[in-house]
């Protein structure tokens, strides 16, 4: 009697290895496009949430401008006013930050306009005379990784 052999053969064992390879290499994609969705994700939430914040403490102080006299600078990239307190509120883009007074509002800013100010007459068009201005528009763009979130809000002059 001819003894049995057990085991695989070197044509078994290179296909077994060749299948191996191709699901391993379909499952690699899978899990590496995963990934790469939930970074894209978690940077794009994250840019949201910076921008939202800042937009909504940025107009909610800028409602609190008594009249277009109080502002003291109005420039496309800045805006300084008195407040209904008679504190100086001071929002400028430094860099990629943007400042309120001397603290970091927010952080990431797309450069060089990632904040901007229109200021606008009763008909919508823009102004640089105190006396016709009576809200302000905000545009606000943030970066966080490779995404971009830009936000417009505006916020009306208290006495108009």
Same mark, same amino acid.
């Given at each position: 009697?001819?003894?049995?052999?057990?085991?695989?053969? #070197?044509?078994?064992? *290179?296909?077994?290895?060749? =299948?191996?390879? *191709?699901?391993?290499?379909?499952?690699?994609?899978?899990? %590496?496009? &995963?990934?790469?969705?939930? *970074?894209?994700? $978690?940077?794009? @939430? $994250? +840019?949201?949430?910076?921008?939202? $914040?800042?937009?909504?403490?940025?107009?909610?102080?800028? !409602?609190?401008?008594?009249?277009?006299?109080?502002? =003291?600078?109005?420039?496309?990239?800045?805006?300084?006013?008195?407040?209904?307190?008679?504190?100086?509120?001071?929002?400028?883009?430094?860099?990629?930050? #943007? #400042?309120?007074? &001397?603290?970091? =509002?927010?952080?990431?800013?797309?450069?060089? @306009?990632? #904040?901007?100010?229109?200021?606008?007459? +009763?008909?919508?068009?823009?102004? $640089?005379?105190?006396?016709?201005?009576?809200?302000? !528009?905000? %545009? =606000?763009? *943030?970066?966080?990784? !490779?995404?971009?979130?830009?936000?417009?809000? &505006?916020?009306?002059? !208290?006495?108009?």
């Amino acid at each position: 009697m001819k003894p049995i052999r057990t085991g695989f053969t #070197l044509i078994e064992t *290179v296909i077994t290895l060749a =299948l191996l390879a *191709v699901v391993a290499f379909g499952m690699g994609s899978f899990i %590496l496009s &995963s990934i790469q969705g939930w *970074v894209l994700i $978690s940077q794009r @939430e $994250s +840019a949201v949430t910076i921008a939202k $914040s800042a937009m909504n403490r940025m107009t909610a102080e800028l !409602r609190r401008i008594r009249t277009p006299q109080d502002i =003291l600078i109005h420039t496309n990239s800045q805006c300084r006013y008195v407040d209904i307190s008679n504190q100086t509120i001071d929002f400028v883009q430094s860099g990629t930050n #943007l #400042l309120r007074n &001397s603290d970091v =509002l927010a952080t990431g800013l797309s450069s060089p @306009e990632g #904040l901007r100010f229109t200021f606008v007459d +009763a008909t919508g068009e823009s102004t $640089s005379v105190h006396q016709e201005m009576r809200s302000i !528009r905000v %545009l =606000l763009s *943030v970066i966080s990784g !490779r995404q971009m979130t830009t936000l417009e809000s &505006s916020a009306r002059i !208290r006495n108009f």
